[in-house]
């Protein structure tokens, strides 16, 4: 079995930190029109899919470096990530039917098998909540944003299309390439979305 680089154990943190930034932005957007209890939702779904990046990352870092092989922090993410997104994308759900007050809203990896039902609750709900974004964004016509969440939702795609594909040590850097790019457009979209909510109020625009 191939041992993680250090390079692309520190890598794996880009990702995890983009996403952070993406969901505090994500944060002040729901209470800026929603109020802070939908903050908070959006605050502890957000830190919860964070720890699960920051621990997998973490462990990865101390396995690499021969200092401990802590599985728990490994194994986490699919607890930590599943439940996590699955309060953004409640969250993101009640924004954005709180909008549309006139148009109707408009969503496998060989592992150990109690893994299957939490992957399935995470892949589900992140790629339902950064789908509600983008269909946010574009409503507000802000392209820009929902391009973002976009380049999330296509970047979440690609890596359950390589999960099942041999895990060598080129598969984990393109993998991680392309974990960075879809956080970063996550990031990009938040960050664009609250601009836009902070510009222009919470009320969409009418007439699309």
Request: net charge positive; aromatic share 12%; hydrophobic share 55%.
């Amino acid at each position: 079995m191939e041992t993680y680089p250090v390079s692309l154990a520190l890598f794996d943190f880009i990702p995890t930190l983009a996403f952070l930034t993406g969901a505090f932005y994500l944060v002040r957007t729901g209470v800026l029109c929603r109020g802070k209890p939908c903050g908070r939702m959006v605050m502890a779904g957000g830190l919860l899919v964070f720890l699960g990046g920051f621990f997998k990352a973490t462990w990865k870092l101390l396995y690499t470096t021969g200092v401990a092989d802590i599985q728990w922090m490994s194994q986490g993410q699919f607890v930590l990530s599943s439940i996590g997104f699955l309060g953004l994308f409640i969250a993101v759900l009640y924004m954005v039917r709180s909008k549309q007050k006139a148009a109707p809203g408009g969503s496998v990896l060989a592992m150990a098998a109690w893994k299957i039902p939490f992957l399935f609750v995470m892949t589900v709900t992140s790629l339902g909540a950064e789908g509600i974004l983008a269909y946010m964004a574009f409503k507000r016509k802000a392209p820009l944003a929902a391009a973002g969440f976009i380049v999330g939702v296509l970047g979440l795609l690609a890596m359950g299309a390589m999960a099942s594909a041999e895990q060598n040590l080129s598969m984990q850097w393109i993998e991680e390439g392309i974990n960075t790019l879809g956080q970063l457009g996550f990031m990009t979209g938040c960050i664009l979305l609250y601009q836009d909510f902070k510009a222009a109020g919470c009320e969409t625009p009418a007439g699309d």
